[in-house]
């Protein structure tokens, strides 16, 4: 991912997070980068959740719920009972089932004990339906007609298969022309109109002046993940495909929303390097994005690693004595963003800012 689209990205995350209209005014959004499934990322994902079932989906901490965990969870029973007659049959060696029960109660999100030689399970609460809709959106910042003739046969795609409730493309304001044209008209568009982001020679305050500009130039057509999807098995031949019953796009969205209420859209700053002494936040269109100083620009999430030439990394001393920031300033980057995505996840004590 270049500079421009990587920084595009996180901006539209800011945006969303801040400015999203949900379907029900009452629901709460979280923001979400690069998620999916083994066939499909989406660049941004927004989840519009309950309100009182997001609260509740906290009692079982900040981190996502793999599959295996989830599988778990959700059936957990109220009282202790022996775990093969509380989980379905999961079609698989009940070995691995054992381990996934051995890490949830590791983590704390279930209860497990040893009676007669017989592993008994116990939820710790019921598993909430918090999950209302979910919103998918591809981030296409110079996108041209021939570029938007290539994405349009992937949201075509989408469209088919029905996973997200709507589909959207955002893309600079200068080519709503191309898209319009070239989109499927199940597909949204989002135009967004921003300073020159990418500018290494404008300053901090200039920075925190900029907000996006961003408007509906095409309304997407409200999906139905209920029904039976249609998956293209071959993308070299679209007459190739499969049915995607409900079912299982049901667990599929329930994966993507465990996801996308662990990670969030903050998480670039766990696979950059904060510890640089170039790298920086600043303020963006709404959001924080990082800066590298070294570079004079924003940088990749490719770019910002050990293996950069321009990599300084903090003096021990930064870390060891807690100046200027107990933990130094990379920690203090990481903890700033780990706060910032726990406000959007009410319910979670204030023990879980670091995890």
Same mark, same amino acid.
């Given at each position: 991912?270049?500079?421009? *689209? ?8 800011? $945006? ?6 949900? !379907? ?6 979280? %923001? ?6 083994? #066939? ?45 007659? +509380?989980?379905? /049959? ?9 381990? +996934?029960?051995?890490?949830? &109660? ?23 339906? $918090? ?6 959106? *591809? ?28 589909? $959207? ?5 200068? !080519?709503?022309?191309?898209?319009? =044209? ?9 135009? %967004?109109?921003?300073?020159?982001? =990418? ?5 901090? !305050? ?6 996006? &500009? ?12 209920? +029904?039976?999807?249609?998956? %293209? ?33 903050? +998480? ?17 269109? /709404?959001?924080? %994005? ?44 990481? #903890? ?20």
């Amino acid at each position: 991912m270049g500079g421009a *689209e990587f920084g595009f990205e996180l901006r539209v995350c800011a $945006w969303a997070e801040r400015h999203w209209t949900p !379907a029900d005014p009452d629901s709460c959004v979280l %923001v979400a980068r690069q998620l999916g499934t083994q #066939r499909r990322r989406w660049d941004t994902v927004l989840v519009e959740a309950d309100p009182a079932g997001l609260r509740a989906r906290a009692a079982f901490g900040p981190e996502e719920l793999d599959a295996d965990l989830l599988d778990v969870v959700r059936h957990a029973p109220a009282d202790w009972t022996y775990y093969r007659d +509380a989980l379905p /049959d999961p079609g698989y060696p009940w070995r691995y089932v054992r381990e +996934a029960i051995h890490r949830a &109660s590791a983590r704390g999100v279930l209860d497990e004990r040893k009676r007669s030689n017989r592993i008994e399970i116990r939820r710790i609460a019921p598993y909430p339906d $918090w999950v209302r809709r979910i919103v998918a959106v *591809e981030n296409k910042p110079d996108l041209d007609a021939s570029a938007a003739r290539a994405l349009a046969d992937q949201l075509e795609r989408d469209v088919a298969l029905g996973l997200a409730d709507e589909v $959207w493309v955002a893309t600079r304001a200068d !080519a709503t022309r191309a898209l319009v =044209t070239e989109m499927p008209s199940a597909a949204g568009v989002l135009t %967004v109109g921003t300073p020159d982001d =990418t500018d290494g020679d404008r300053t901090d !305050a200039t920075h925190e002046r900029d907000s996006l &500009s961003v408007d509906v130039a095409w309304h997407p057509r409200s999906l139905d993940p209920d +029904a039976t999807g249609v998956r %293209v098995t071959d993308h070299g031949d679209p007459t190739t495909f499969e049915y995607a019953p409900a079912a299982e796009k049901r667990e599929t969205r329930a994966r993507i929303a465990e996801r996308a209420y662990g990670r969030g859209w903050r +998480a670039y700053a766990d696979t950059m390097r904060p510890d640089c002494r170039a790298f920086d936040l600043r303020n963006a269109a /709404d959001g924080s %994005v990082p800066y590298c100083h070294a570079k004079g620009r924003e940088q990749t999430a490719a770019e910002c690693s050990g293996s950069c030439a321009d990599f300084a990394p903090e003096p021990p001393g930064w870390r060891q004595r807690g100046w200027p920031i107990e933990g130094g300033p990379g920690t203090a980057v990481k #903890r700033l963003l780990a706060e910032r995505r726990r406000r959007r996840r009410p319910g979670l004590s204030e023990r879980d800012d670091d995890t």
